[in-house]
Structure formats: structure tokens, C-alpha cells
């Protein structure tokens, strides 16, 4: 069957891998996702929470948590970095080595923030060390994503590249529920007041065990098919990854960016803004709140893989779009339903919301590996993904709280969305465009 998606060689073309080998690397790519993303999200809830008034005392209430926002996105602001880091580094020495250096990376710094002392204990110092220990979150995930979804497509199957690399975009709703399980744990084994006083801590201490997973995919993982393939015809020159990048794929790198902003920024304005504006701004219970959150993740496990096998028989483009079209008319109805307070009509909002989500973000892990050629894969996938990340999670709650002190209406959010909805579809049209043109040049060659 004909697809809209850019050809390229299948992941593991030409090499005899046993099907049980692939399913278990891709079972590693997903554990990988899950444990980093859990420790990142376990931030974003303390964020909404309770950074603002340990880590942000003398500010105001709204501007503590705008504050405790902005520590938030400063790990998507390292996320490009870790991207190019990891990119140059997946792509000459191998996915797996990285993996397992972003698992260490981010175990480190998620267990330190546990540790660390508030302003009332040692001043000004305790912010500064927790935008540090931020940035080293950013520079893991930034790392980590790229290596995870290139496991999972490269040793994929003939056909099946968006079903594998879904299980790794599983790992972000995994991590999520994992994360708010822990808080609902925590909040009710110790009550208001220890929560506040030290039980915020426990989530972000076991991120230790995160170490034990790095030992296990060094120990039992081997490197890819395709990046074997790589390393073989490219073994004799010296390459940079980057400039390669940065000189024959930047446009590439762009759109994908475009492509993707929307689907990140709604994700974090669900999880993390509409917590804060329910709270605070509603006057909704937090653990209801929170709840709906850990709901919704629920809700999008099984519609993943779904969308992800669709994409593998009619394409990659067409079920992406019918996400970004989804999110776009969805927009102004979710805010209309979260405005009413009704924790039951919001949750409708919100996993309606969900749906257009999954639909997008299964086969995007595919979409973007097939984006690049295999000795430039790992940079350039990791690079329009974190630039995404940047652009629409990393600031979209800080926009959000930012938005509505300045209209005084949700629906300034809502049009956040659509004008990002709308670069999206911009940049899907000139992906595909570009797509047709190198397939004209290649016939008239």
C-alpha cells in the first residue's frame, strides 16, 4: 500500500535478528522512556505544587509560581543540548552507549533535587542549585530520546518502524502515570503537611533506581542494525554529525520542530498548567485534579499503538495531520469545559484532548527517524524534537499562566494552541513537498 511518508531502508534490512531479540530492544527502548520521563515529570508536578513556596518564599504567589515555571523550563531549554550532544555522540559511537550515559545523567540530578535543601535552609543558593540540577534533567532527556526511539525503529521489523517506536512514545504517558501514582502515594500516606515539609522528596529519591537500568542495558543491549550498517561505510572519514546537520537537513530540522510544537505544548498544558490554573485559580482540589491527569495517560496507552499500526499501512503524514487538525478544533471546547470547574466535565475536555494526542505522538518517533539518513539519524531526529520541546512545552505552561493574568480569559490559551496547530500544518505541507521534490530529483537523475 502506498504511504505519504519518505522512504528509507528498513531497520534492520539485510541482518538476520531474531524476533525475539527486537522485542526485547524494543522493550528496553520503552523501559528506558518510562524511567526518564517519570523522573522529568515528577519536577513538573513539585513545580505546580510546591517549588514555588520552598524554593520562591518572597515572591507572590502568582509570581512564585511563574518562578517555579521558569525552573521548569530550563530543562527544555538544556533539552537541544543534550539533543546535539547525544546526537554527535549516537551517531559516531553508537545509540546504546548514549542511552545508558543520559540513564546516569538523569538518575544523578533526579536524586540530588531530592536531596537538596529549601531557601529557608541555605538562602539563595537552594534555586540556584535546583535550575542546575534542572539543566542536567534537560541535558539526559535531550539525550536519552533520540537513543530510545532509534532502538526501537532500527531493530524494527520490516513494516512495523511506527508500532516499535511507539512503544517508546509510551514511555512519556507510562512515566506520567507513574509519576502522579507516586505523588497520590506519598500525598496520602503523609497528609498536607509532611507532603509539604519533606514527603514532595520521595518521588524525586527514587530516581536512584534508574541506575539499575542503565547496568542492565549495558550489560544485555547490543547496538543497532543500522547504525552497525553506518559505522561499516562510514569507518574510514571523520564525521561530524552536526555540521552535516546543520548543512544539508536544517530545513528539515525546522519543520520538524514546527511540525510537533503543538502536540508537546498541549500535553504540558494538561498536565502541568491546567493542575496549577484548577488549584489556584478554580479552587479545584489538587488531588482531583491529578487524578484526571493520571486518567488521561490511562486512556492513551491503548490508543497509541493504534494509531501507530495505522500509520505503518496508510502513513506516517496522514495520521499526524488528522492529530494536528484535532488538537486545532479542539482547542476553545476544552477550556470551555475546564472553566466550569466540574472535575467530571473537565475531565471530558481533557481526554477528548488526549485522543488528538495519541493520534499524533504514536508514529512520531517513526516519522522523525525516517526524516534522516542513518549516520545523521540520532542528531538530526533529536534535534527537531528537543527544538519542539522548547518552543511548546518547555514555556507553554509559564504562557499559560502568563496569558491569562494578562487577558483574564482561557481563551487566550485556546488561541495559543490553534496558532501553534496551524505552524504545524504549515510545516507538515513543506515536509511532504520536500519529500516529493528529492523523489522527482532521484527519478530525473
Not at 243 to 264: C, E, M, P, Q
Not at 289 to 309: D, W
Not at 436 to 441: C, G, P, S, V
Request: a neutral charge; hydrophobic letters at 55%.
Amino acid at each position: 500500500m502506498a504511504t505519504d511518508d519518505p522512504p528509507t531502508p528498513s531497520a534492520a534490512s539485510g541482518l538476520d535478528v531474531p524476533l525475539r531479540t527486537r522485542r526485547i530492544v524494543a522493550g528496553a527502548a520503552a523501559a528506558t522512556a518510562t524511567v526518564e520521563w517519570y523522573e522529568f515529570f515528577v519536577f513538573s508536578v513539585a513545580a505546580a505544587l510546591v517549588f514555588g513556596s520552598l524554593f520562591f518564599p518572597e515572591f507572590s504567589p502568582v509570581a512564585g509560581v511563574l518562578a517555579s515555571f521558569a525552573t521548569f523550563a530550563v530543562g527544555f531549554l538544556a533539552r537541544p543540548l543534550g539533543g546535539v550532544v547525544g546526537g554527535h555522540l549516537g551517531d559516531t559511537y553508537g545509540r546504546k552507549p548514549v542511552l545508558v550515559w543520559a540513564l546516569v545523567a538523569m538518575g544523578g540530578a533526579t536524586t540530588a533535587i531530592g536531596l537538596l535543601p529549601s531557601f529557608e535552609t541555605i538562602g539563595v543558593v537552594a534555586p540556584v542549585l535546583l535550575v542546575v540540577l534542572r539543566l542536567v534533567q534537560g541535558i539526559a532527556v535531550g539525550m536519552q530520546w533520540g537513543g530510545a526511539a532509534l532502538l526501537a525503529t532500527e531493530y524494527a521489523p520490516e513494516g512495523r518502524r511506527g508500532l516499535y517506536g511507539s512503544l517508546v512514545q509510551m514511555g512519556v504517558p507510562l512515566g506520567l502515570v507513574a509519576a502522579y501514582g507516586v505523588y497520590f502515594a506519598v500525598s496520602a500516606a503523609t497528609g498536607e503537611g509532611s507532603f509539604l515539609a519533606w514527603g514532595w522528596r520521595i518521588p524525586f529519591l527514587l530516581g536512584v533506581l534508574v541506575l539499575v537500568l542503565a547496568w542492565l542495558i549495558h550489560r544485555n543491549v547490543e547496538e543497532t542494525p543500522d547504525f552497525r550498517r553506518a559505522a561499516a561505510e562510514h569507518q574510514v572519514e571523520r564525521r561530524s554529525p552536526l555540521r552535516d546537520v546543520l548543512r544539508s537537513h536544517k530545513a528539515t530540522v525546522l519543520l520538524a520542530a514546527g511540525s510537533f510544537a503543538v502536540n508537546t505544548a498541549t500535553f504540558y498544558i494538561l498536565i502541568t498548567g491546567i493542575l496549577d490554573y484548577a488549584t489556584r485559580e478554580l479552587g479545584m482540589a489538587y488531588e482531583s485534579v491529578l487524578a484526571v491527569a493520571l486518567g488521561l495517560s490511562l486512556f492513551q496507552l491503548p490508543l497509541m499503538p493504534i494509531a501507530a499500526a495505522v500509520s505503518d499501512r496508510i502513513g506516517r503524514i496522514r495520521v499526524y495531520t488528522f492529530g494536528i487538525v484535532g488538537l486545532c478544533l479542539w482547542a476553545v471546547p476544552l477550556f470551555l469545559l475546564v472553566d466550569t470547574g466540574d472535575i467530571l466535565v473537565m475531565a471530558v475536555g481533557m481526554f477528548v484532548a488526549g485522543v488528538f494526542l495519541s493520534i499524533m505522538y504514536a508514529p512520531q518517533a517513526a516519522l522523525f527517524a525516517e526524516l534522516f539518513a542513518a549516520e545523521v539519524r540520532y542528531t538530526g531526529a533529536s534535534l527537531g524534537y528537543q527544538i519542539a520541546s522548547v518552543v511548546g512545552g518547555g514555556f507553554a505552561p509559564f504562557a499559560m499562566v502568563a496569558l491569562l493574568s494578562l487577558a483574564g480569559t482561557s481563551m487566550a490559551v485556546s488561541a495559543y494552541l490553534i496558532a501553534l496547530g496551524l505552524i504545524a500544518l504549515v510545516s507538515v505541507a513543506f515536509l511532504v513537498r520536500g519529500r516529493r521534490a528529492r523523489e522527482e530529483a532521484g527519478a530525473a537523475g
